[in-house]
């Protein structure tokens, strides 16, 4: 089950504990993302690329935008 | 697992921390301009003009009820019946922008459709989709890429 956040609720997370994913492709990666946030592009996102993020820690996906 | 489901444009957006390489780069929100005077579309012209001039500006943006754009009234526009609709006089389908899109990128789009401005937009297929943001002017983008080395030339 996958919750939808907005942007304080980001803030208020990334404070704490959160782990940021950015899921958009690796040049797009390099190119810009959220301050603090990993990489791992959508196609490989799975319970394996996420195995060595904090087990306790929530985390939070995001791309480009809603489109 | 939770989705920010804005994302990234969101974030920038609003000003908040991105790291990378073209971190930092200007983009339409912060180069367009907010005062542009709106109405609504059955507001007679001639009340319309009247505000356009107070603001100084040329044109006006044709929202409905909720700040999304309709169309915009420009220069041949207030040649019409001042008792006239906005409706009836704005131009349908005015070139937009997104508020995230870099205004280096954006310069092509005015060079390219010899364009003087676009209207800044919100994006997505939410409530805010085609909210009005602002008014992006090529002379701003311009004078803001000169301004800053460190864009690409």
Redesign the interface.
């Known amino acids: 089950?996958?919750?939808?956040?907005?942007?304080e609720?980001?803030?208020r997370?990334t404070a704490e504990d959160?782990v940021?994913i950015?899921t958009?492709p690796e040049n797009e990666?390099?190119?810009?993302?959220?301050?603090?946030?990993v990489n791992i592009p959508l196609r490989k996102l799975d319970r394996q690329t996420t195995a060595h993020l904090a087990k306790d820690a929530?985390?939070?996906?995001?791309?480009?935008?809603?489109? | 697992?939770?989705?920010?489901?804005?994302?990234?444009?969101?974030?920038?957006v609003?000003g908040?921390?991105?790291?990378?390489?073209?971190?930092g780069r200007r983009r339409a929100i912060e180069v367009c301009r907010e005062d542009i005077p709106t109405c609504g579309p059955h507001e007679p012209l001639g009340d319309v003009l009247d505000r356009v001039r107070a603001g100084g500006y040329e044109m006006c943006v044709v929202v409905n009820e909720r700040g999304i754009v309709l169309g915009r009234l420009q220069r041949s526009s207030w040649e019409k019946e001042p008792e006239s609709a906005s409706e009836d006089c704005m131009q349908l389908g005015p070139p937009t922008t997104r508020p995230?899109h870099f205004i280096h990128e954006v310069i092509d789009r005015f060079r390219k459709g010899n364009l003087d401005s676009l209207l800044v937009t919100w994006?997505?297929?939410?409530e805010d989709g085609g909210r009005l943001v602002g008014v992006l002017f090529r002379a701003d983008v311009e004078r803001v890429l000169a301004e800053n080395e460190r864009l690409p030339r």
């Open positions: 089950m996958t919750a939808r956040i907005t942007r609720d980001v803030q997370m959160a940021l950015d958009l990666y390099t190119e810009e993302h959220i301050a603090g946030a929530p985390l939070i996906v995001y791309c480009y935008d809603t489109d | 697992m939770h989705d920010f489901v804005r994302g990234k444009a969101d974030w920038a609003h908040l921390p991105l790291e990378g390489r073209t971190a995230d994006y997505g297929r939410d």
